[in-house]
């Protein structure tokens, strides 16, 4: 993970809880349906590892929502 872009990344994790939360998803709950550890779910969200393009695709498809929606960043 590119450190220049830790406040972006900061952005898609917090995006990635506030749809998880949306859709009364624990973090456990979404790992699963994407095929990944809790732990890993939890770094993602907390943004101290990246995610790549297909696990945020993959996370998208489970939350029900567009991919590009976990990339609007509100200030």
Same mark, same amino acid.
């Given at each position: 993970?590119?450190?220049?872009?830790?406040?972006?990344?900061?952005?898609?994790?917090?995006?990635?809880?506030?749809?998880?939360?949306?859709?009364?998803?624990?973090?456990?709950?979404?790992?699963?349906?994407?095929?990944?550890?809790?732990?890993?779910?939890?770094?993602? *969200?907390?943004?101290? +590892?990246?995610?790549?393009?297909? =696990?945020? !695709? @993959?996370?998208? *498809?489970?939350?029900? +929502?567009?991919?590009?929606?976990? =990339?609007? !960043? @509100?200030?």
């Amino acid at each position: 993970m590119d450190k220049a872009f830790i406040q972006e990344y900061k952005k898609i994790g917090l995006n990635i809880a506030y749809y998880r939360r949306m859709k009364s998803l624990t973090q456990e709950k979404l790992a699963e349906l994407v095929d990944i550890d809790q732990t890993h779910m939890s770094k993602i *969200e907390r943004a101290t +590892i990246g995610v790549s393009l297909d =696990l945020l !695709f @993959r996370i998208a *498809e489970a939350l029900e +929502i567009e991919a590009y929606k976990l =990339l609007i !960043f @509100r200030d």
